[in-house]
């Protein structure tokens, strides 16, 4: 049995302007780095990790890297391991996209499994390379345990992709918190969720996805 641990990056810059960040490259805040820090000792106490995979967007990758660090191992980029490549929205503030792209952008926060960023990577496109990359890492690291530190709207595909086989019910789940920890199984050439979105080990730090998306 494997063991996939997903860690949603600590809070960026772009979480705390309230902007999309898409691929748009926006670092870990001092509170997003300090979140880091206390998901690393958390993985690193609870955990025997033998890799760590991130996104290659410096608030994940620096995530990633907090982990590998405390964990003593290697840490290797993963550019199908980003979050949605948001377009037109790269960067936005939210207010501003829900004015100027009202209906693409309601999609989003009604059907994100439905939904394609304007001029930008529908979720489904994002869920086929996010759960391509987590099979073949589950496959290349047998009977280990592996952490991915990556996005929130990849976390929330594949969650939905796992438990319920498509992206359709992907609207009943909820936005992964800051350097949360969720964590699933591979066994049989399949995965099972364990854990979603624990967070207790940030205490009083705790962030969340803006109100305008939730």
């Not at 999609?107 to 960023?117: H, T």
Request: net charge negative; aromatic share 8%; with cysteine.
């Amino acid at each position: 049995m494997t063991r996939l641990i997903l860690i949603r990056h600590g809070q960026s810059r772009a979480n705390l302007e309230r902007r999309f960040a898409g691929i748009y490259d926006a670092p870990l805040t001092e509170l997003g780095e300090r979140q880091a820090a206390l998901s690393a000792a958390y993985v690193a106490e609870n955990y025997k990790v033998s890799r760590v995979y991130a996104s290659d967007l410096k608030r994940a990758y620096f995530t990633g890297k907090a982990v590998a660090d405390a964990c003593g191992v290697e840490i290797f980029a993963d550019e199908r391991l980003r979050e949605l490549s948001s377009g037109a929205w790269e960067g936005m503030l939210f207010e501003d996209i829900v004015k100027k792209y009202p209906e693409e952008f309601g999609v989003f926060m009604n059907d994100p499994g439905a939904s394609r960023a304007t001029d930008g990577e529908s979720v489904a496109e994002l869920s086929v390379r996010v759960m391509a990359a987590l099979g073949e890492i589950a496959e290349r690291h047998e009977g280990e345990t592996v952490v991915i530190a990556t996005h929130a709207t990849t976390i929330r595909a594949a969650q939905s992709m796992i438990t319920f086989g498509d992206l359709a019910h992907m609207k009943e789940l909820k936005w992964v918190s800051n350097a949360s920890v969720s964590v699933m199984k591979y066994e049989n050439g399949k995965f099972e969720f364990e854990l979603i979105s624990y967070d207790d080990h940030l205490a009083g730090l705790i962030t969340k996805l803006p109100d305008a998306i939730e």
